[in-house]
């Protein structure tokens, strides 16, 4: 077992030297610095083709070439796998494999092979000196706590949801359900269980996810009190739950997707909930398109849109990077046969 090891080590550093280069010369700032110049991470670039200006957006180009390049650099070192548990982790470009701690790559729960190799990657990642806002210190980046297992006191419930009223006339609604700490803890739970199911997967019920379940049901009890104030005597208090046992559900696209095409949820009165778990800055794209006011609606992370299970929706296209949501599906008794207008702005 050593040598197979060694020897596959041996095999894919030069993989990792051709990845260093690659990014380190990069001006953004990697996920664990707080130090970031705001200046080198927004503005636009000039190119001429056939005498015609085009402008585009550094941060999205800089970003979508290094989302590419990563994938790319882990599979060519044989960590295809890897993805999903590595970018959960924080990990956006190969150089921030050095970043972490051999406790934190070791409680991802990669298999042996492939925890020697995350590990000689980091290892090497350490000899080749970071420039402008990729350098900091090793005791910066091991204070950022990576873990696939809940965290006590982490997932307690925020007293207000900051409901808005996005669209009044079809009761269309967005508030915040998790924190970005909360999220980002989900995220890693979940590509910890696909790692060892379904590395590639796209869609997963909630319940397949060890301790998922439990550690989000007071947000989904609290999330059904407070829907029975958004919809005050006409939704039978009680009588929210979930459409079925496979509710709540995630789904993942990665790279360049199609979204859903334009769709209702059911035909029956219900309430449709999608939550951003990935931060906006992990993938290009995205959002939700509804039909009934010819507007998409695109989240922070941790927010929750909710809308009627009857109202035209769409998907709408990834270019880039890796987003996750989580859906579920509601269902309700309603007072009469008309779903209830919501309140006025």
Known sequence: ???????????????????????????????????????????????????????????????????????????????????????????????????????????????????????????????????????????????????????????????????????????????????????????????????????????MACKSIPGFISTTDDHFHHLFRELYCLFPGTMRRGSIQFESDNEPHLVRYIGEAKGAPLHIDTTQKSITINVLLSDNGDFGGGGTYLKAIDKTIKLEQGEVLIHPGNLEHAGADITFGVRQLLVAFLECEWEDSVLPAAPLL
């Open 1 to 203: 077992m050593i040598s197979t090891v060694i020897f596959l080590i041996l095999l894919r550093l030069n993989v990792l030297a051709s990845a260093l280069v690659h990014s380190h010369w990069r001006r953004e700032p990697g996920p664990f610095s707080s130090r970031a110049d705001p200046s080198l991470l927004r503005g636009t670039a000039v190119d001429v083709e056939g005498g015609v200006l085009h402008t585009y957006d550094i941060t999205d180009a800089t970003r979508e070439s290094e989302a590419h390049r990563f994938r790319a650099d882990l599979d060519d070192a044989g960590l295809t796998k890897c993805h999903g548990i590595l970018h959960a982790s924080g990990c956006r470009r190969v150089s921030d494999l050095g970043r972490l701690t051999t406790s934190q790559i070791t409680s991802m729960g990669t298999d042996l092979d492939d925890t020697a190799i995350i590990n000689a990657m980091a290892d090497q990642s350490k000899t080749v000196p970071a420039v402008g806002n990729n350098a900091g210190t090793n005791s910066e980046n091991s204070s950022v706590k990576l873990s696939t297992m809940v965290d006590d006191g982490v997932y307690i419930p925020e007293k207000c949801f900051n409901f808005e009223v996005v669209c009044a006339k079809n009761e269309i609604y967005k508030g915040r359900l998790f924190t970005v700490d909360q999220c980002n803890q989900l995220k890693r739970m979940s590509e910890y269980h696909a790692y060892k199911v379904n590395s590639e997967w796209i869609g």
